[in-house]
């Protein structure tokens, strides 16, 4: 069973900034994807950032392109999104995610079967 363990969210006011983490286990793929996404009430859902297991290589949605940097500890199975220059368009629940490398693209957050039970991250104006 693959299990997360998500940490990081909190209030901010805007313009600030705050850092996620997220712990996957339970899994054993040999290469995979490890990222984020975001649900706001009312709305759907948007991926936000992923990182290649295999290469380091990355995806950003352009919602957050130059604001957010995502890096991982392949040897903790471990991820982090930096999240700079916070707006309150950026409130939403967070959601860590996985998926093997073969069964989904980077940016096909849709089609990832794994993922933990968020972090709130509230950003005030």
């Known amino acids: 069973e693959v299990q997360f363990v998500e940490s990081g969210g909190g209030l901010v006011q805007a313009g600030g900034s705050l850092r996620l983490s997220c712990s996957a286990t339970?899994?054993?793929?040999?290469?995979?994807?490890i990222g984020w996404f975001r649900q706001a009430p009312g709305k759907e859902r948007e991926g936000v950032s992923c990182?290649?297991?295999?290469?380091?290589?990355?995806f950003y949605a352009e919602s957050v392109k130059g604001r957010f940097t995502i890096s991982s500890d392949n040897a903790k199975n471990t991820v982090y999104l930096h999240m700079n220059s916070l707006t309150p368009e950026d409130t939403a629940v967070y959601y860590c995610?996985?998926?093997?490398?073969?069964?989904?693209?980077?940016?096909?957050?849709?089609?990832?079967?794994?993922w933990g039970k968020g972090t709130q991250v509230t950003v005030s104006s």
């Open positions: 990182i290649s297991s295999r290469d380091g290589s990355t």
């Open positions: 339970g899994f054993s793929f040999d290469f995979y994807h």
């Open positions: 995610e996985v998926e093997e490398e073969r069964l989904a693209a980077m940016w096909e957050f849709s089609e990832y079967h794994y």
